[in-house]
């Protein structure tokens, strides 16, 4: 639940931040709406590719490199100069998001029993629930007080925790015993 709380604290501390930084380099309103739509768009389509991916392959990798992606996706923004970067830098974002979003789900409804799914499926949903709210005040105030590259160098390094944490406690060798449904 740490990796999913430290996910959501990043995603949501760069997320907000993300139309106040095209503002300032003369994003209009359209452009600014363009940028989450295309982010969403991909994110809703990449959901199919990474619940795909996340059964054809270990649910850990397919944690780890988009967990790995979103944080240099993250930290690269401070380099953007135009438009067209951060355009580019949110739809890798989405792809991230989508294929992050069902490995994790998958991960968490395998690792438990019948009688916890559903609890450990809502502690999933209450640690990324507490993410985004704390992480919308941390990338507010620190993009308030130092700049908002400061607050995606910020959000980056979050994300990096989370990726590390993904490869030092989901075993790559972790996969579920299948389950005859035929008795």
């Given amino acids: 639940y740490l990796i999913s709380f430290l996910y959501a604290i990043s995603v949501s501390s760069s ?4 139309p106040l930084f095209a503002q300032n380099m003369g994003a209009s309103y359209i452009n600014i709406g363009l940028i989450a739509s295309f982010q969403s768009l991909l994110f ?10 996340s059964d054809r392959f270990k649910k850990s ?3 780890s490199v988009s967990v790995g992606l979103e944080s240099i996706a993250i930290f690269l923004l401070i380099f953007s100069g135009n438009l067209y970067h951060i355009i580019l830098l949110r739809c890798i974002a989405g792809i991230c998001m989508g294929m992050y979003y069902p490995a ?7 690792v438990s029993t019948d009688s916890n799914r559903v609890k450990n499926i809502s502690f999933f949903y209450i640690a990324e629930t507490l993410g985004v709210m704390f992480g919308a005040l ?5 993009a308030g007080l130092l700049g908002i590259k400061r607050a995606f160098i910020f959000s980056s390094i979050i994300m990096f925790s989370a ?6 406690s ?3 060798n972790y996969s579920p015993k299948k389950i005859n449904m035929i008795s």
Wanted: charged letters at 5%; aromatic letters at 16%; zero cysteines.
């Fill in 163 to 168: 990726f590390a944490l993904t490869n030092f």
């Fill in 15 to 18: 997320t907000i931040l993300v």
């Fill in 170 to 172: 989901i075993s790559p």
């Fill in 138 to 142: 941390i990338g507010g105030s620190i």
């Fill in 104 to 110: 994790n789900e998958a991960l968490v409804s395998s």
């Fill in 44 to 53: 809703m389509f990449w959901s199919i590719l990474g619940g795909y991916f």
């Fill in 61 to 63: 990798h397919v944690i």
